[in-house]
């Protein structure tokens, strides 16, 4: 008995093992054979009833795995089967794509199938399928899964085999939903289905107006003749909003055949479109298609932009601004001259707002037999209109339009004369050049001193020179305009010859603007150190109030030996002259000059005018000289503040503390909010120290604007305190 059953048991085990085994083979071989299917695998050649069967076999093993329960599991089948697919479907195996596709549309049959697996299925009916697929997707277009019947009218939409499109007009017949029929709508537009153009027309008189912009959206992209004849229908039917569809629709057709090269085609629409338009509009005043007679000017002047220039006349007289700008920019769309010219021919004949828009077309055209046009409604009472044309002429640069801007920028006044400065000032052209040298030569004092400003700034090679020889020019008007001019040529002047105009120049207007030249031709210098000599060199021979004038001048060279000068200016007995050195030393550059203004400020016999100049200047060099070391700043500050005569200037030497953030001005500071007199400027200046601080030293900068805030000394104060507290306040230098 026992040996019967360890028989029994030993058989069964040989049984299991073997069908384990056999399973593992199959599996393997099923495994081979889609690796095979999928060009992963060296194939055997195979006939039709093979690929059949290997197709069928194959899916028989993929269909329990994308079934699977476990939704993430299904990916890896899917996959496979879909390159299986991609490899059936390549060029020259027509044999294995159509085997696969019809092994695909038996399996759909299968009862109790997974319906994310049908889905998956007619997904690769989509990719690969042709007319064997077609009887199949028509059926499922009926099934009562809706997403099922998507996926069959979308594989329909791409299958390249005519009867895809049978099928489809077929649906739209039966169609009662108006969702499934723009559906099936758009796939006949996008197949370009002419079999589907009656249909489609039909579809245009729907009562979802959804339904029938579809349709006119497919007949556009099925486009040709019987699609905008179907178009041109909807405009029997009453106005509706899908007159403009229809029109859109009608564009893009047009549009389409222009990019096909059929032009006469495309121009019949544009003009059927604008006549249309046009006529509706007369009809109809209460809507305006103004955008459908826009596209309709536009692309008539793209079909032939010679023969529709003819009707530019009659477009430029329309009621509607917005019709006569789409006719300057349909010009401007152009190669052709032709519109630009009859545009140009009656701009003066034009509204403002349409002269101003053909004036820019003529600018980018830059049209050389536009000039005169444009030179006439440089007169316009229309700003607008004279600003556009003195740029189109710049912009234009000829001969003609330069003498034509030099007028205006003579005579004119306004934004229109420094608009035509400002032009002249760059324009380019053969003549400009000669133009405004001429200018600048001979004529009215006046118009010359325009031309010798607008020398200074086209900045011409040779200008510094002639610039030079005005300025000695006995006319004063001539000789202010050539010095004003040489500031935009400060760095091509000899310092020496500008100084000895300036000695001889006459006290005034004259030598004032001769002045203001030296000071930017002292700054521009390159060698600095020689320019300053030189100006100081004719201070020597020049009289006394030329050496005033160019005193001032020498804070814009900042040099060692200027700053001597002006030292020893500032505390001259020559009331002009010291004057003269303590506002130069005011101005100076760096610091180096604070001492000698606050020792003049110290002196008892120092004039009142000449204390507070000094002593403000003084201030301001001492604030603002951050080259100098910190406490040789402070110190100064300190010593300006104990020798002031007035506590109005205690007052500005207490603020200048406060742009010196150091313990020593902040023990000084807490010092002074103990004195009634100045206890509100120090506050002030505390929290000033405080902001500049915080950059280097936050929590300090926080703590010293609290103290000012617990103090509550003054409202302004407090809520400076508060900034710096809150970190409002960024900080300053």
């Known amino acids: 008995m026992t040996r019967s059953l360890l028989r029994i048991s030993v058989v069964a085990m040989a049984t ?40 069928q076999k194959a899916f028989d093993y993929l269909l329990p795995l994308m079934s699977a329960q476990d ?4 990916y890896a089948p899917q996959i496979r089967l879909q390159d299986m697919g991609s490899y059936a479907a390549r060029p020259g195996a027509e044999i294995e794509r159509e085997t696969l596709a019809k092994v695909l549309v038996k399996n759909l049959d299968q009862p ?4 994310e697996v049908r889905h998956w299925i007619v997904l690769q009916l989509e990719r690969i399928g042709k007319g064997e697929s077609v009887p199949c997707l028509a059926k499922l277009m009926t099934d009562p899964d809706e997403n099922l019947r998507d996926y069959a009218r979308r594989a329909l939409e791409k299958n390249p085999d005519p009867s895809a499109t049978d099928a489809l007009v077929k649906s739209l017949a039966d169609a009662k939903d108006s969702k499934w029929k723009i559906g099936l709508i758009n796939a006949l537009g996008t197949r370009r289905a002419r079999k589907a153009i009656q249909p489609l027309t039909d579809a245009l008189s729907d009562a979802d107006p959804k339904v029938a912009s579809a349709a006119a959206t ?3 992209n099925i486009g040709g003749q019987e699609g905008v004849t179907a178009l041109a229908s909807v405009f029997n039917m009453p106005p509706s909003p899908l007159y403009m569809k229809a029109s859109q629709c009608m564009i893009d057709v047009a549009q389409e055949m222009l990019r096909q090269n059929n032009v006469a085609g495309a121009a019949e629409i544009y003009t059927a479109l604008y006549e249309g338009a046009t006529r509706f509009a007369r009809e109809n005043p209460e ?19 010679a023969k529709t220039a003819a009707r530019i006349p009659e477009w430029m007289r329309d009621k509607d601004a917005k019709v006569r700008a789409a006719v300057v920019q349909a010009a401007r769309n152009t190669t052709s001259k032709a519109p630009t ?3 140009t021919a009656m701009l003066a004949d034009l509204d403002p707002q349409s002269q101003v828009q053909v004036l820019g077309l003529v600018a980018d055209r830059g049209d050389l037999s536009s000039v005169d046009p444009v030179k006439k409604v440089l007169a316009s009472d229309d700003e607008a209109v004279r600003l556009a044309a003195i740029e189109t002429l710049t912009k234009i640069g000829t001969d003609d339009g330069a003498e034509a801007l030099f007028q205006v920028a003579v005579s004119g006044s306004g934004a229109t004369q420094k608009a035509a400065r400002e032009s002249l000032a760059v324009m380019a052209g053969p003549r400009v050049e000669e133009i405004i040298a001429a200018g600048a030569a001979n004529g009215q004092a006046s118009a010359r001193a325009v031309a010798i400003g607008l020398l200074g700034k086209r900045r011409a090679a040779g200008t510094a020179v002639t610039l030079l020889g005005y300025a000695a020019d006995a006319d004063e008007q001539i000789s202010r305009a050539a010095f004003a001019a040489m500031v935009d040529v400060a760095d091509a002047i000899d310092a020496a010859a500008l ?28 060698n600095k150190d020689a320019a300053a000599e030189a100006v100081i060199d004719r201070m020597k021979t020049a009289d006394a109030e030329a050496r005033v004038a160019m005193l001032s001048s020498l804070d814009a060279s900042g040099t060692i030996a200027a700053l001597a000068v002006v030292c020893e200016a500032a505390q001259s007995p020559d009331e002009a002259m010291s004057d003269a ?17 606050v020792s003049i400020a110290s002196k008892p016999e120092t004039s009142l005018t000449r204390y507070v100049l000094a002593v403000r200047g003084a201030l301001r060099l001492i604030a603002a000289g951050e080259s100098a070391p910190m406490d040789q700043r402070v110190t100064l500050c300190l010593a300006t503040f104990d020798k002031a005569r007035r506590d109005d200037e205690k007052r500005l030497a207490v603020a200048t503390l406060g742009a010196l953030p150091c313990q020593k001005a902040i023990e000084r500071l807490g010092e002074l909010i103990k004195n009634d007199a100045f206890r509100t400027e120090a506050a002030l200046a505390t929290v000033d120290l405080a902001s500049r601080l915080i950059m280097t030293d936050r929590q300090a900068a926080r703590d010293l604007a609290q103290k000012i805030r617990d103090m509550n000394i003054s409202d302004e104060a407090n809520r400076r305190a508060d900034a710096v507290i809150s970190g409002r306040f960024r900080g300053r230098r």
């Open 341 to 343: 010219q009859a545009l």
């Open 287 to 305: 809507a305006n298609p103004f955008n459908i007679r826009a596209a309709g000017i536009v692309g008539m002047m793209a079909c032939d932009p």
């Open 499 to 526: 100084a000895d105009l300036v000695a001889k120049a006459k006290s005034g207007g004259p030598r004032d603007s001769g002045v203001t030249a030296l000071r930017a031709v002292l700054a521009a210098a390159k």
């Open 71 to 74: 939704v993430g599991s299904r």
């Open 218 to 220: 497919a007949l556009s």
């Open 16 to 55: 299991l093992a073997l069908s384990v085994v056999a399973a593992s083979a199959h599996a393997q071989s099923t495994d081979e054979l889609i690796n095979q299917l999928c060009g992963k695998a060296q194939a055997p050649a195979r006939d039709a009833a093979q690929l059949a069967e290997a197709y």
């Open 112 to 115: 109790n199938l997974v319906r």
């Open 581 to 597: 050195g303590i506002r130069t030393l005011g101005n100076w550059p760096s610091f180096e000059g604070a001492e000698t203004l």
